[in-house]
């Protein structure tokens, strides 16, 4: 199993850039999936964007593919959500997440795919 622990949530005035970090620590399976997930205020969780392990394979959301940009280090311990010209309507609670071990494959990327999930940093986008 996997603890998650994001880091990186603040508050920023709009068109300002942030980037969120994941510490994965524990166990892992040689094929997996990592996300990161949004939960605006008063709406569900929504997918953000996913790589898949050991592949490397990435997916966006498609509204925020250019805006947003996943990435994980060398060692797949850290992921990080780097977000420019961030907009109010980003204002969320952002989750990081990996999937149940051995998942291989696109629908990997789904939320319901995932069983560790951090806590949820904070991002609050306003003037």
């Known amino acids: 199993q996997l603890h998650m622990v994001e880091s990186g949530g603040g508050l920023v005035q709009p068109g300002d850039s942030l980037r969120l970090s994941c510490a994965a620590s524990g166990r892992t399976s040689s094929s997996y999936a990592m996300g990161w997930f949004r939960q605006l205020p008063g709406k569900t969780r929504e997918f953000v964007a996913g790589i898949l392990l050991p592949s490397g394979n990435i997916r966006y959301a498609d509204s925020l593919t250019d805006r947003f940009t996943i990435s994980i280090n060398s060692d797949k311990n850290t992921m990080y959500l780097q977000m420019n010209s961030l907009r109010p309507e980003d204002t969320a609670d952002y989750y990081c997440?990996?999937?149940?071990?051995?998942?291989?494959?696109?629908?990997?990327?789904?939320?319901?795919?995932?069983?560790?999930w951090g806590e949820g940093t904070p991002v609050t986008v306003s003037s």
């Open positions: 997440a990996a999937s149940f071990p051995g998942c291989m494959g696109d629908a990997c990327y789904s939320i319901g795919s995932m069983m560790y």
